[in-house]
């Protein structure tokens, strides 16, 4: 198994910027695709992008245009670029891999106000 930390979330203004890391204590090469998930209070965990183990991305509607996903199969991180930052991205985000899902982390809890 793989251990997953989360970090750089913090309490921001509406239209900020925030970026979120996350290290792996194995190989994130290993488990292919990566995701960073989040969950919103009273709100089920949801996946917003993802990435491949050689850097096709995805994303979630919602954040399409302003969030940007990377990894370093390497250093075995994986980053979330978060620009234009709404309230309704206020959440506890997480990363892990899509298919062969890890222990989950901690998370990192990001507050946009208004």
């Known amino acids: 198994q793989v251990q997953l930390v989360e970090s750089g979330g913090g309490l921001v203004q509406a239209g900020g910027s925030l970026t979120l890391s996350c290290a792996a204590s194995?190989?994130?090469?290993?488990?292919?695709?990566m995701g960073w998930y989040r969950q919103a209070p009273g709100q089920q965990r949801e996946l917003v992008a993802f990435i491949t183990r050689s850097g096709s991305v995805n994303y979630a509607d919602s954040v399409k245009g302003r969030f940007t996903i990377s990894r370093d199969n390497v250093k075995n991180t994986v980053a979330l670029q978060m620009n234009s930052l709404k309230f309704e991205d206020t959440a506890v985000y997480y990363c892990n891999a899509v298919h062969y899902v890890q222990p989950w982390g901690q998370g990192t809890l990001v507050t946009v106000s208004l």
């Open positions: 194995g190989s994130i090469f290993s488990l292919n695709v």
